[in-house]
C-alpha cells in the first residue's frame, strides 16, 4: 500500500493483475508474484476464486438484497466482471464508488468509470487505512440508503488486527440499516502444515505483505451484523455457481469469504 507511482515497488493491485493474466503490470509485481507462488503454489487459482466470489457476492447483494449503492475499497485494476458492471447488469441504475491508492489504477479510471446512463461510477484516490476520508469524499452515495461495503482482499494487508477492527468498523458505522458488507481475507487455516510454514517464512523475511485472518479473527469484523448464510467460508464455497468450470478447494483458495448484513 505504496503511495506515488514506482514502477520499482511491487503494488498488490499490480500483482493480482498479474495473477489474473493481465498485462497491466511491471517486472517488480511479476516478480513478487512469482515469489509468492514458490511458497503457495495456488495463488493463481486463489486470485480466479476470489475475483469469482466478488461477482457471486456482488450479485447477490444487488439482485436478492436490493442494494443499489456499493462502495469498493482496494477496487484494483478493472478486469472482467468490475462491480459496476456486476451491480448495474442486475440494476442498471447502481451508483458505485471505487477507491484505491494505485496511481495505476487511476490512470485506468476511464475503464471503471463507464456507467450505464442510468447509474453512475467515480473513482477516488485514496487509502484504506484513511477511512474518515473516504466516507467524507464518496459524495454520490447516499447514506440515508443501503450501501454495499466491499472490502475483497484488503484489508489482509493491514498487519495489525487492531487497527484493521478500528477502520472497518469506521467504515460499518457510517452505513444506515439494510447495507452489506462483502469482505474476503486470505487465511492460513485451510492449508496443510507445510504449506502454513511457507507462508509464515515469506511474511517473515518480507517476501510477503499479505497477512492472514483466521475465522475467528474474520468473525471479530461482524460485530453487529447478520452473516448471510452460509456464513464464514473459505471464497470458493460461498454460494458457487454450479456451472463453473473451476473449482478451486479451500487448500487451492485459501481466503474466507462472508457477506453480513447491518440490521
Known amino acids: 500500500m505504496t503511495e506515488g507511482f514506482d514502477t520499482g515497488v511491487a503494488h498488490p493491485a499490480r500483482r493480482y493483475n498479474y495473477w ?7 517486472a517488480a509485481d511479476r516478480e513478487s508474484g512469482d515469489l509468492l507462488a514458490k511458497s503457495y503454489p495456488a495463488a493463481r487459482i486463489a486470485a480466479r476464486a476470489n475475483r469469482d466470489f466478488l461477482r457471486r457476492a456482488v450479485r447477490y447483494v444487488a439482485a436478492e438484497a436490493g442494494v443499489r449503492q456499493f462502495l469498493d475499497i482496494g477496487t484494483g485494476l478493472p478486469t472482467a466482471d468490475n462491480t459496476h458492471e456486476v451491480a448495474q447488469r442486475v440494476a442498471p441504475e447502481s451508483r458505485i464508488v471505487y477507491v484505491d491508492n494505485d496511481p495505476m ?48 482482499a484488503v484489508v489482509h494487508f493491514l498487519p495489525d488486527q487492531q487497527e484493521s477492527r478500528r477502520i472497518v468498523r469506521t467504515l460499518v458505522d457510517a452505513l444506515p440499516s439494510g447495507s452489506h458488507l462483502v469482505m474476503s481475507l486470505a487465511t492460513t487455516d485451510l492449508l496443510t502444515p507445510e504449506l502454513k510454514a511457507a507462508w509464515d517464512e515469506s511474511l517473515r523475511t518480507g517476501r510477503s505483505d499479505v497477512h492472514p485472518r483466521t475465522k475467528e479473527e474474520v468473525g471479530s469484523f461482524l460485530d453487529g451484523l447478520e452473516p448471510v ?21 479451500p487448500v487451492e483458495a485459501s481466503i474466507f469469504g462472508v457477506v453480513a448484513r447491518k440490521p
Open 229 to 249: 448464510p452460509p456464513g464464514i467460508t473459505p471464497v470458493g464455497d460461498w454460494r458457487p455457481d454450479p456451472g463453473a468450470t473451476e473449482h478451486p478447494t
Open 105 to 152: 489504477v487511476m490512470a485506468h479510471a476511464r475503464a471503471l468509470l463507464t456507467s450505464t446512463p442510468e447509474g453512475e461510477t467515480t473513482y477516488l484516490e485514496e487509502d484504506l487505512r484513511h477511512p474518515e476520508r473516504i466516507l467524507a469524499a464518496a459524495g454520490i452515495l447516499d447514506f440515508t440508503r443501503p450501501i454495499g461495503l466491499i472490502l475483497v
Open 20 to 26: 489474473l493474466g493481465g498485462k497491466d503490470n511491471f
